[in-house]
Nanobody
Framework: QVQLVESGGELVHPGGSLRLSCAFS????????LGWFRQAPGKQREAVSC????????YYADTVKGRFSIFRDNAANKMYLQMDSLKVEDTATYYC????????????????????WGQGTQVTVAS
């Protein structure tokens, strides 16, 4: 019923840019929180960014703050992650996720607040 599909991942040189997309659908679900998470080989999945619907809050991990921007187009049922000044350390599989309620403070980092997940899209930053 609820589906999320990521796209846009590819190979890019350090210092380059990418825009990831997440198409979300599900008439009976309130997409109050939409987030991006990533997982690199040998590492745990980590929170990257989050955007909420009703209050328009945005959150960013310290590692991407100032380089990444998150935004959503509810009319088009899409959410985006604009990534600039990419680093080798950004290489990972990126996932979008949806949660049913507004998030506050550090709660956006807790992955248990997100009920549905996409299949992931691969981002590789290398020379």
């Amino acid at each position: 019923q609820v589906q999320l599909v990521e796209s846009g991942g590819e190979l890019v040189h350090p210092g380059g840019s990418l825009r990831l997309s997440c198409a979300f659908s599900g008439a009976g679900y309130d997409f109050a929180a939409l987030g991006w998470f990533r997982q690199a080989p040998g590492k745990q999945r980590e929170a990257v960014s989050c955007i909420t619907g009703k209050m328009g809050r945005t959150y960013y991990a310290d590692t991407v703050k100032g380089r990444f921007s998150i935004f959503r187009d509810n009319a088009a049922n899409k959410m985006y992650l604009q990534m600039d000044s990419l680093k080798v350390e950004d290489t990972a599989t990126y996932y979008c996720a949806a949660g049913p309620f507004e998030l506050y403070g550090s709660n956006w980092i807790n992955q248990r607040n997100f009920d549905y997940w996409g299949q992931g899209t691969q981002v590789t930053v290398a020379s």
